[in-house]
C-alpha cells in the first residue's frame, strides 16, 4: 500500500529562515500533490496544489516542488515568521482516486 | 468562504452508546468527507459520499456508518462506540468539479470525541 512520509515530526527555525519541508512517498503515483496547514484544534486549510506535470508552484512567501523521479515534494516557506507556526500536512491523490492520502504531517515552530 | 460546521467541538461518551456525529457546508459541494485523526496516524478516512444518498466506505468503514439524506449535511454515527473510537473527527467538503485529486477539501473545525 502507499506509505507517506513527512521528513520529521517538528521543525525549529529562527524567524527570516526558510523553512524546507519534506514529504516522501512510496508505492504510489499520485497524479496530484496537496499541501494544508493546520494549526491546534482546528481543521485542516488548504495552501497549495501541484500536479505531476508541474516542477513548481508558487504563492506568495510559500513555494513546492514536485519531483516523480525521487518521490517528494519539497514545501518552502521563505521569510519565515513567527505566525507560520503550525503543522504542514501533504496529501497525494492519483488521477483516478476516489480520496486524498495524507502525511502524518510536520509541526514548524518560528522562534522570534 | 466557503463553511463547514460540525455539531460539537467536544463530546464525551460512554461505551456501546450510539454517537452522532453532524457536518453541514454552506457551499452547494457535491462531495463530503468524514476522517479521523490520531497523534502518529495522520488523517484516515472513514467514508465519503459524492452525492446525496450515495456512500463509498474509506479506509477504516468498520465501526461507523453514515448518512446523507440532504446535499448539505452529512452525518456520521457510531452505532456502539468504543473506547478505541476516542479520536478527533473531522468532516470535509469539496466542489466535485475536478477529480478528487484536483479539489481543494474545506474542513470543519473538529470533534474532539472521547469515549469513556
Known amino acids: 500500500s502507499q506509505k507517506i512520509e513527512q521528513n520529521s515530526e517538528a521543525l525549529n527555525i529562527q524567524e527570516g529562515k526558510t523553512a524546507t519541508l519534506t514529504c516522501n512517498y512510496t508505492?504510489?503515483?499520485?497524479?496530484?500533490l496537496q499541501w494544508y496547514r493546520q494549526d491546534p484544534g482546528r481543521g485542516p486549510v488548504f495552501l497549495l496544489l501541484?500536479?505531476?506535470?508541474?516542477k513548481e508552484k508558487r504563492k506568495e512567501r510559500l513555494k513546492v516542488t514536485f519531483d516523480t523521479t525521487l518521490k517528494q515534494s519539497l514545501f518552502h516557506i521563505t521569510a519565515s515568521q513567527p505566525a507560520d507556526s503550525a503543522t504542514y500536512l501533504c496529501?497525494?491523490?492519483?488521477?483516478?482516486?476516489?480520496?486524498?492520502?495524507f502525511g502524518t504531517g510536520t509541526r514548524l515552530t518560528v522562534i522570534p | 468562504d466557503v463553511k463547514v460546521t460540525q455539531s460539537s467541538r467536544y463530546l464525551v461518551k460512554r461505551t456501546g452508546e450510539k454517537v452522532f456525529l453532524e457536518c453541514v457546508q454552506d457551499?452547494?459541494?457535491?462531495?463530503m468527507f468524514w476522517y479521523r485523526q490520531d497523534p502518529g496516524l495522520g488523517l484516515r478516512l472513514i467514508y465519503f459520499s459524492y452525492d446525496v444518498k450515495m456512500k463509498e466506505k474509506g479506509d477504516i468503514p468498520e465501526g461507523y456508518s453514515v448518512s446523507r439524506e440532504k446535499k448539505e449535511r452529512f452525518s456520521l454515527i457510531l452505532e456502539s462506540a468504543s473506547t478505541n473510537q476516542t479520536s478527533m473527527y473531522l468532516c470535509?467538503?469539496?466542489?466535485?468539479?475536478?477529480?478528487?485529486?484536483?479539489?481543494?477539501?474545506?474542513f470543519g473545525p473538529g470533534t474532539r470525541l472521547t469515549v469513556l
Open positions: 457551499m452547494d459541494h457535491e462531495n
Open positions: 470535509a467538503s469539496s466542489a466535485g468539479l475536478a477529480g478528487f485529486g484536483a479539489d481543494t477539501q474545506y
Open positions: 496529501a497525494l491523490a492519483s488521477g483516478g482516486a476516489n480520496n486524498l492520502f
Open positions: 508505492n504510489y503515483s499520485p497524479a496530484y
Open positions: 501541484i500536479r505531476e506535470n508541474e
